[in-house]
């Protein structure tokens, strides 16, 4: 039997894949200020007892290892959330605190420790939550604490590995990392013991002078798997009625922190599991859950949890298994869930639902809402209550400020690339920004930069984003700089990377770079290449090189029978593709994926991609990687993993292609690819089988990344041409623009 789909989330998730197609859609993503001042954003709102002072909320990105190992905030994570509350924001969430340690396997390491905040420890916790609460209320700002009842089967199913014990569910669900390792059904007595738990943690939070609780129930944690009937198919006891484990949580919340205390509540309006993959879910991992709750049924389910208790919500889309939806990156629309909150808030309206303290329900939207004049509209359209804002403000923690002056042009745009914020913490890190480098190491670097003790004449030579943080910071701490670019415009690889419409939020960034060079008393010499003996007669005290990374040509017989032509080179000389009808992109990587989505979905080509790993876009973010694999395959793009290219001709790629049934599905975006110093004992090993294919193109795109270009840097060194010589950026070793501005920053505070 086919699964059911709802029409109005099938047009939701449809819309997602090529929404720019409407030009009106990008018009949304200007950091323009034509609708200061805001009246609607700067008003205050109350929350059961509590009036925030306007009406911008810190969304909760998870602290992943920001707190001392035994769970207590320390000062990295406190001056973490002091930032933020500086930059006026008027309600902070803090990330996910876990309070069932002794009940899910997967959130507690061996020896009792921790990545997670944890306020159900010990009194040895106590003390970072009342200095957290403390310092947050010195700004005027709020705090709610968001408790989560568990991980269940998206937590780490290391615990089978480590300590023998499997991950569990609601019911017996395959683990999201790991589909081979099952999430087996845990006990009624464990879920009443999370119930305690979870009143017991607001109470917690109450006494230590916390401002709200905020439960964690979407995105398929475990709170949203005991109360979605996609994952709660238990036939017996009292938590096979779906909705009771959320209302005992809430009442017993209640129970314990009184009447006037605010609750709030995470919420997902459905998992659109059905509308994403239809009936291929059945064929894969997620064929249990094609029973999620449906859009009336979550909007019957928040009414109970107002009855008991719950005072706001926040609500979105999907969950883990389509991950791009509840982490949307780049490449989805700005607002992309505002209809969501309206349909939400209509419907409370339309019932006169009012909370226990007799007030209206807010209801905050959620989803790239980072841009000043799209949030205030949706706040005067009556889509949303409140606006919640969570990379935006590690991009910029002064976002709200400048928004109220109306300086809306000086705040630094979120990317959406998610490699600090999510992908660092996946990878072992934990949260940061790759357009702030100071996110998350607050503690270390003050926002004030200390002037040098000794004032030097600098040279950056490189005007990408990592040569430009360092000539911007350098010159705030008093020192001269010039900046040289050998191209006539600054921004090195974004100028070609935000070409592709998905890549708006490139563009913004790379214009923000623009003005912050303009107003600054950096030195810029565009078109000016020197060389060692040129540098070292300009008498230069430092000298840095950000230059970059030159372009890998596959040296291959044939390739100049091709029309070939470097990804790169094409998004900047676009007309070099307007003969072509078909393409083969070589290097399944971020670029190449990119590029392929613009060939196909702005260019109308028939696209396919070669690359020789068995992973498309491995190292990128789940949730980016996710959006884009999605809909290239609803789109007809061909992606051809364990594929090496061994020659080309004239009009075709010759391709050497694995043709074993253990080559894994390079379109599956329901589970992550692993970290690499992850071993999965249960995964299938990858046989060969090879066979020569030939595919048709009109046009080769090579997208298979870059070398460090470090040939200057060296001969600058050997000659000394200062007595201060350094390598940063992708000049030193290929990556994001993350490493690329950390490193810049961090040498800039010691030059």
Same mark, same amino acid.
């Given at each position: 039997?086919?699964?059911?789909?709802?029409?109005?989330?099938?047009?939701?998730?449809?819309?997602?894949?090529?929404?720019?197609?409407?030009?009106?859609?990008?018009?949304?993503?200007?950091?323009?200020?034509?609708?200061?001042?805001?009246? &609607?954003?700067?008003?205050? !709102?109350?929350?059961? +007892?509590?009036? %925030?002072?306007?009406?911008?909320?810190? /969304?909760?990105? $998870? *602290?992943?290892?920001?707190?001392?190992?035994?769970?207590?905030?320390?000062?990295?994570m406190l001056q973490y959330f002091f930032e933020r509350a500086k930059g006026g924001v008027g309600l902070i969430t803090t990330g996910l605190v876990p309070v069932s340690h002794k009940q899910d396997n997967t959130?507690?390491?061996?020896?009792?420790?921790?990545?997670?905040?944890?306020?159900?420890?010990?009194?040895?916790?106590?003390?970072?939550?009342?200095?957290? &609460?403390?310092?947050?209320? !010195?700004?005027?700002? +709020?705090?709610? %604490?968001?408790?989560?009842?568990?991980? /269940?089967?998206? $937590? *780490?199913?290391?615990?089978?590995?480590?300590?023998?014990?499997?991950?569990?569910?609601?019911?017996?669900?395959?683990?999201?990392?790991?589909?081979?390792?099952?999430?087996?059904?845990?006990?009624?007595?464990?879920?009443?013991?999370?119930?305690?738990?979870?009143?017991?943690?607001?109470?917690?939070?109450?006494?230590?002078?916390?401002?709200?609780?905020?439960?964690?129930?979407?995105?398929?944690?475990?709170?949203?798997?005991?109360?979605?009937?996609?994952?709660?198919?238990? +036939?017996?006891?009292?938590?096979?009625?779906?909705?009771?484990?959320?209302?005992?949580?809430?009442?017993?919340?209640?129970?314990?922190?009184?009447?006037?205390?605010?609750?709030?509540?995470?919420?997902?309006?459905?998992?659109?599991?059905?509308?994403?993959?239809?009936?291929?879910?059945?064929?894969?991992?997620?064929?249990?859950?094609?029973?999620?709750?449906?859009?009336?049924?979550?909007?019957?389910?928040?009414?109970?949890?107002?009855?008991?208790?719950?005072?706001?919500?926040?609500?979105?889309?999907?969950?883990?298994?389509?991950?791009?939806?509840?982490?949307?990156?780049?490449?989805?629309?700005?607002?992309?869930?505002?209809?969501?909150?309206?349909?939400?808030?209509?419907?409370?309206?339309?019932?006169?639902?009012?909370?226990?303290?007799?007030?209206?329900?807010?209801?905050?939207?959620?989803?790239?809402?980072?841009?000043?004049?799209?949030?205030?509209?949706?706040?005067?359209?009556?889509?949303?209550?409140?606006?919640?804002?969570?990379?935006?403000l590690l991009a910029d923690p002064e976002w709200p400020k400048k928004a109220y002056v109306g300086k809306t042009g000086d705040i630094t745009p979120c990317i959406g690339c998610q490699e600090g914020c999510v992908?660092?913490?996946?990878?072992?890190?934990?949260?940061?920004?790759?357009?702030?480098?100071?996110?998350?190491?607050?503690?270390?670097?003050?926002?004030?930069?200390?002037?040098?003790?000794?004032?030097?004449?600098?040279?950056?030579?490189?005007?990408?984003?990592?040569?430009?943080?360092?000539?911007?910071?350098?010159?705030?701490?008093?020192?001269?700089?010039?900046?040289?670019?050998?191209?006539?415009?600054?921004?090195?690889?974004?100028?070609a990377g935000s070409v592709p419409k998905i890549k708006y939020e490139l563009g913004n960034y790379l214009a923000f770079l623009e003005r912050e060079l303009k107003k600054s008393d950096v030195v810029l010499k565009?078109?000016?290449?020197?060389?060692?003996?040129?540098?070292?007669?300009?008498?230069?005290?430092?000298?840095?090189?950000?230059?970059?990374?030159?372009?890998?040509?596959?040296?291959?017989?044939?390739?100049?029978?091709?029309?070939?032509?470097?990804?790169?080179?094409?998004?900047?000389?676009?007309?070099?593709?307007?003969?072509?009808?078909?393409?083969?992109?070589?290097?399944?990587?971020?670029?190449?994926?990119?590029?392929?989505?613009?060939?196909?979905?702005?260019?109308?080509?028939?696209?396919?991609?070669?690359?020789?790993?068995?992973?498309?876009?491995?190292?990128?973010?789940?949730?980016?990687?996710?959006?884009?694999?999605?809909?290239?395959?609803?789109?007809?793009?061909?992606?051809?993993?364990?594929?090496?290219?061994?020659?080309?001709?004239?009009?075709?790629?010759?391709?050497?292609?694995?043709?074993?049934?253990?080559?894994?599905?390079?379109?599956?975006?329901?589970?992550?690819?692993?970290?690499?110093?992850?071993?999965?004992?249960?995964?299938?090993?990858?046989?060969?089988?090879?066979?020569?294919?030939?595919?048709?193109?009109?046009?080769?795109?090579?997208?298979?990344?870059?070398?460090?270009?470090?040939?200057?840097?060296?001969?600058?060194?050997?000659?000394?041409?200062?007595?201060?010589?350094?390598?940063?950026?992708?000049?030193?070793?290929?990556?994001?623009?993350?490493?690329?501005?950390?490193?810049?920053?961090?040498?800039?505070?010691?030059?």
């Amino acid at each position: 039997m086919p699964v059911s789909k709802d029409p109005k989330l099938q047009g939701w998730i449809d819309s997602y894949g090529s929404w720019f197609s409407d030009e009106k859609a990008l018009e949304l993503t200007d950091m323009g200020n034509s609708l200061h001042p805001y009246d &609607a954003m700067f008003s205050p !709102v109350t929350i059961n +007892k509590v009036t %925030v002072k306007n009406r911008l909320v810190m /969304g909760p990105m $998870g *602290n992943i290892s920001m707190c001392d190992e035994t769970g207590r905030p320390n000062d990295k994570m406190l001056q973490y959330f002091f930032e933020r509350a500086k930059g006026g924001v008027g309600l902070i969430t803090t990330g996910l605190v876990p309070v069932s340690h002794k009940q899910d396997n997967t959130i507690t390491e061996l020896g009792d420790l921790s990545y997670f905040p944890r306020i159900d420890r010990s009194r040895t916790v106590y003390m970072g939550w009342r200095d957290l &609460a403390q310092g947050v209320h !010195v700004y005027g700002a +709020k705090i709610f %604490v968001q408790l989560t009842p568990g991980l /269940g089967r998206v $937590g *780490n199913p290391q615990c089978l590995l480590t300590k023998f014990k499997l991950p569990q569910s609601a019911s017996m669900n395959p683990n999201f990392y790991m589909p081979q390792v099952p999430s087996v059904p845990m006990s009624g007595a464990k879920l009443g013991a999370i119930v305690k738990n979870m009143g017991q943690g607001a109470a917690d939070s109450k006494a230590f002078g916390l401002d709200g609780a905020y439960l964690h129930g979407h995105e398929g944690y475990l709170l949203e798997q005991m109360t979605n009937p996609a994952y709660n198919r238990r +036939k017996f006891g009292r938590y096979s009625h779906w909705p009771q484990f959320g209302l005992d949580c809430v009442a017993e919340m209640r129970k314990r922190t009184g009447p006037d205390y605010p609750i709030m509540y995470r919420i997902d309006l459905s998992l659109c599991l059905n509308e994403t993959y239809g009936d291929e879910m059945l064929k894969t991992s997620l064929k249990k859950f094609s029973n999620g709750r449906t859009i009336d049924q979550t909007l019957s389910y928040m009414e109970d949890l107002v009855k008991a208790g719950v005072d706001i919500f926040d609500v979105d889309l999907g969950s883990y298994d389509n991950w791009w939806l509840p982490h949307p990156p780049s490449s989805m629309p700005p607002g992309c869930f505002l209809e969501v909150s309206k349909i939400v808030k209509d419907h409370f309206a339309s019932k006169k639902i009012k909370s226990n303290a007799g007030l209206e329900v807010p209801i905050v939207a959620v989803g790239k809402l980072g841009y000043p004049d799209l949030a205030e509209k949706a706040l005067r359209d009556g889509k949303c209550d409140m606006v919640m804002l969570a990379r935006p403000l590690l991009a910029d923690p002064e976002w709200p400020k400048k928004a109220y002056v109306g300086k809306t042009g000086d705040i630094t745009p979120c990317i959406g690339c998610q490699e600090g914020c999510v992908n660092e913490f996946v990878e072992g890190g934990h949260p940061q920004c790759a357009v702030n480098p100071r996110s998350a190491f607050e503690h270390m670097y003050p926002l004030e930069v200390p002037k040098a003790l000794v004032k030097k004449k600098v040279a950056v030579i490189g005007a990408g984003p990592g040569g430009i943080t360092f000539a911007l910071t350098a010159l705030k701490r008093g020192h001269d700089v010039t900046l040289f670019e050998k191209s006539n415009k600054i921004g090195g690889r974004l100028n070609a990377g935000s070409v592709p419409k998905i890549k708006y939020e490139l563009g913004n960034y790379l214009a923000f770079l623009e003005r912050e060079l303009k107003k600054s008393d950096v030195v810029l010499k565009l078109g000016e290449s020197l060389d060692s003996e040129a540098l070292k007669a300009k008498g230069f005290d430092a000298v840095i090189f950000a230059i970059g990374t030159k372009e890998t040509v596959p040296a291959l017989p044939g390739i100049e029978e091709a029309n070939a032509v470097l990804a790169t080179d094409l998004f900047l000389n676009p007309s070099l593709a307007k003969d072509a009808k078909t393409a083969v992109v070589v290097g399944g990587g971020m670029v190449g994926c990119e590029a392929a989505y613009w060939l196909k979905y702005e260019k109308g080509l028939d696209v396919k991609v070669v690359e020789m790993d068995k992973h498309i876009m491995n190292h990128v973010c789940t949730a980016n990687r996710g959006h884009i694999i999605h809909y290239l395959k609803e789109a007809g793009v061909e992606l051809l993993n364990c594929t090496k290219v061994s020659g080309f001709g004239k009009g075709i790629v010759k391709v050497k292609k694995n043709v074993s049934p253990t080559v894994p599905n390079p379109y599956v975006t329901w589970h992550p690819i692993l970290p690499e110093n992850i071993h999965n004992p249960m995964e299938p090993k990858l046989l060969e089988d090879i066979k020569d294919v030939e595919l048709s193109a009109d046009l080769v795109v090579i997208a298979v990344g870059g070398k460090p270009d470090q040939a200057l840097f060296f001969d600058a060194q050997k000659k000394r041409v200062a007595p201060e010589v350094y390598n940063i950026g992708d000049s030193l070793a290929p990556g994001m623009v993350l490493q690329a501005t950390r490193a810049a920053y961090r040498l800039a505070m010691d030059v």
